[in-house]
T-cell receptor, first 118, second 115 residues
Framework: DQQVKQNSPSLSVQEGRISILNCDYTNSMFDYFLWYKKYPAEGPTFLISISSIKDKNEDGRFTVFLNKSAKHLSLHIVPSQPGDSAVYFC?????????????????FGKGTHLIIQP | GAGVSQSPRYKVAKRGQDVALRCDPI?????LFWYQQALGQGPEFLTY????????KSGLPSDRFFAERPEGSVSTLKIQRTQQEDSAVYLC?????????????FGDGTRLSIL
């Protein structure tokens, strides 16, 4: 059973418009969430995070929104640029150092491939 | 370099052979994680070290997988008697903080192919 779900395998957005990537989770023990960006043949690169005491965190063009009651988070990128084309992973953990299932690592979704069209 | 370094970048082995994958974390980082990423999937947690102590190995798929970090810096993931289902990208990540509290910084991974 997937505890972190990214239901859109891919998303195509025009350059300059807003990109919205979505993520749902099922484990109520999760209270720290991160977004990573990954280019082919490279490791994931940390983008932005949010803890459950907040509902929004902003860093430049990137904003993450957290809706705890719906167990849903989203990443907004505005304006979208060609260099944003990559696979985006949503990840979660528990601030107490575990993800509620006994594991100390991050639990990742399957990723969304974002394509920015010129 | 300033980032997490993994070697080799690519490894091809015959089924039944043993392999060893190396990770050089960012200097001073307390926490070190290993993940396995199959094609089309997100990374999956394997094991976690806090300095030299292996505090969590709940994600290791079998007793053929073994990891160590003897001096609290470089780590090695060893897979014995490899099988075809071990083919994946193995990612190492390090973090300044203890546990999965802060952002983890990933290396570029080792792509392992078992023939």
């Amino acid at each position: 059973d997937q505890q972190v779900k990214q239901n859109s395998p891919s998303l195509s957005v025009q350059e300059g418009r807003i990109s919205i990537l979505n993520c749902d989770y099922t484990n109520s023990m999760f209270d720290y969430f991160l977004w990573y960006k990954k280019y082919p043949a490279e490791g994931p690169t940390f983008l932005i995070s949010i803890s459950s005491i907040k509902d929004k965190n902003e860093d430049g063009r990137f904003t993450v929104f957290l809706n705890k009651s719906a167990k849903h988070l989203s990443l907004h990128i505005v304006p979208s640029q060609p260099g944003d084309s990559a696979v985006y992973f949503c990840a979660a953990s528990g601030l107490l150092g575990n993800s509620g299932g006994g594991a100390d690592g991050l639990t990742f979704g399957k990723g969304t491939h974002l394509i920015i069209q010129p | 370099g300033a980032g997490v370094s993994q070697s080799p970048r690519y490894k091809v082995a015959k089924r039944g052979q043993d392999v060893a994958l190396r990770c050089d974390p960012i200097s001073g980082h307390v926490s070190l994680f290993w993940y396995q990423q199959a094609l089309g999937q997100g990374p999956e947690f394997l094991t976690y070290f806090q300095n030299e102590a292996q505090l969590d190995k709940s994600g290791l798929p079998s007793d053929r997988f073994f990891a160590e970090r003897p001096e609290g810096s470089v780590s090695t993931l060893k897979i014995q008697r490899t099988q075809q289902e071990d083919s994946a990208v193995y990612l190492c990540a390090s973090s300044l903080d203890r546990g999965a509290v802060g952002p983890q910084h990933f290396g570029d991974g080792t792509r392992l192919s078992i023939l």
